[in-house]
């Protein structure tokens, strides 16, 4: 992608083009193919009456393999010829499914090459796994080839196969942001890719930078992200002119060392994916304007690094937000919550119909719900009933943790108005979303506090970025925003 900062070197502030698509990723089912293998999904207690419909000579191959139906499991059934006839993968049972999702994703690792037709499964189930087959396909070649699993799925029929692909799509740009490292995604690499989303669509841009970040009122991402040697910018992204308003926010650290309260060596290994909440709605922004969804886009992305250098801001500054309020620092390692501020006040201005902000903010919610939820914060039971039924349906688990208002003391450190970083290490999730609930405004309001990291391998999710709560969101909006 073309390196945007080299391309406008003078400018402070531009409308931004690109014809570099960001979506590299080709996660798509095979063209329907008659002579696809079929792939006859089994539950473990519905083996033996599939047995019974089945030819004496495949019923007697089956049993002699010992396939019971387990879950994971597979087995290749040959033809009189010698070639695969069909194929079996073990779909368990319900209690077995509860403590996972993407089963048959696994299945299509161990299936040797081809192309597959799913048998057995309902609409609902087919349209998981479908999505979950095209997620196992992902994998992060930039620097070193990779072998992608070399089963290939036909779209099974019901399933709204060009949703899914634009689904997959949307998670393998949000996948290879987070896993590209801070050399090669810093703000300027951050904001071309947003350029390019920004030209596939149509989509208008305009991005602050540097010191016009100070004279355009937005001082606090200015601070963070000022001892950096790649700049500090507000990122502004706008799409659709019908229907409801939506603004993303998204967090976009691109590297944390911490700042002056520097991190460990061994805290600071995973820090480029700190930018996870950008890459995260930057994933879910392809996704609505593929689909073409009847509303107002907006996406805002402060882009900094948290550097440390002579300028660095300090424990003890008081900085003063967009919107007037005042913020002791007292750990420049809380930066997320002071960009994210900045942003969420500028978007508060237009008083969208939703707003949603995305990021990387806490280690506080990984302990609380560890990396495979995504935890989340509203106060609109409107909006959590619709975003719960949403993330059950599409496989996209989140948990909803308190605005709990007694807790906004713990934020108010008498000498300003709020305090990045209270003392004494309680709740420190809610005092962060509490901190960011003080820069929305008027407009509905959604924190999502995310990993954007699998540190484990798992089915349709190997070890690396990931995204969070979008696919979930996604389902929802129809539904939160009346569409």
């Not at 799913?118 to 997620?135: C, M, Q, S, V």
């Amino acid at each position: 992608m073309d390196r945007l900062g080299d391309i406008y070197p003078s400018l402070k502030v531009c409308t931004v083009t690109s014809s570099n698509s960001p979506i590299a990723k080709s996660l798509t089912f095979a063209a329907t193919d008659a002579e696809a293998i079929p792939l006859h999904v089994i539950e473990s207690d519905a083996l033996d009456g599939w047995l019974e419909t089945q030819p004496d000579r495949t019923a007697a191959w089956v049993r002699a393999a010992g396939f019971t139906g387990a879950l994971g499991s597979t087995l290749l059934v040959p033809g009189a010829d010698g070639n695969i006839a069909l194929a079996l993968a073990g779909y368990g049972n319900d209690e077995a499914r509860r403590r996972g999702r993407f089963h048959l994703a696994a299945c299509a690792g161990a299936l040797p090459q081809g192309t597959y037709a799913l048998k057995g499964l309902d609409p609902a189930r087919a349209t998981e796994e479908a999505l979950g087959w095209l997620l196992g396909g992902y994998s992060f070649d930039r620097y070193a080839s990779q072998r992608p699993a070399n089963a290939r799925l036909v779209a099974p029929e019901g399933v709204d196969a060009a949703r899914l692909e634009i689904i997959a799509a949307g998670e393998a740009l949000t996948r290879d942001l987070i896993n590209t490292p801070a050399g090669d995604m810093g703000p300027t690499d951050l904001e071309a890719a947003c350029g390019a989303l920004a030209a596939e669509h149509g989509a208008a841009m305009e991005v602050i930078r540097g010191e016009a970040l100070l004279t355009q009122n937005f001082p606090m991402i200015h601070a963070v992200g000022r001892a950096a040697a790649d700049g500090p910018r507000l990122i502004d992204m706008t799409w659709g002119d019908t229907g409801p308003a939506l603004t993303l926010v998204g967090k976009g650290v691109c590297f944390d060392t911490g700042g002056l309260n520097l991190k460990p060596g061994a805290s600071m290994g995973l820090m480029k994916k700190d930018m996870g909440g950008a890459a995260t709605v930057l994933g879910l922004a392809h996704m609505i304007m593929a689909l073409g969804l009847r509303l107002r886009l907006r996406v805002l992305i402060p882009a900094v690094e948290n550097a440390v250098s002579g300028n660095a801001f300090r424990p003890g500054d008081i900085l003063t937000a967009r919107n007037g309020k005042t913020v002791e620092i007292n750990n420049t390692d809380a930066e997320g919550r002071l960009v994210l501020a900045d942003a969420l006040a500028l978007g508060a201005e237009a008083t969208p119909d939703l707003m949603v902000s995305m990021a990387t903010l806490t280690g506080a919610a990984r302990v609380a719900v560890g990396p495979d939820l995504a935890p989340y914060y509203a106060d609109d039971s409107a909006l959590v009933g619709a975003l719960e039924e949403a993330a059950a349906q599409v496989a996209d688990p989140v948990w909803r943790l308190p605005f709990h208002d007694p807790y906004e003391v713990m934020i108010e450190p008498g000498i300003a108005d709020l305090d990045n970083a209270p003392k004494g290490g309680f709740a420190g999730s809610i005092t962060a979303a509490l901190f960011l609930r003080r820069f929305a405004g008027d407009a509905k309001y959604m924190h999502f506090d995310i990993y954007g990291w699998n540190p484990t391998a798992a089915p349709a999710r190997p070890k690396g970025g990931v995204g969070m709560g979008a696919r979930a969101l996604l389902e929802a909006l129809p539904r939160m925003l009346a569409l």
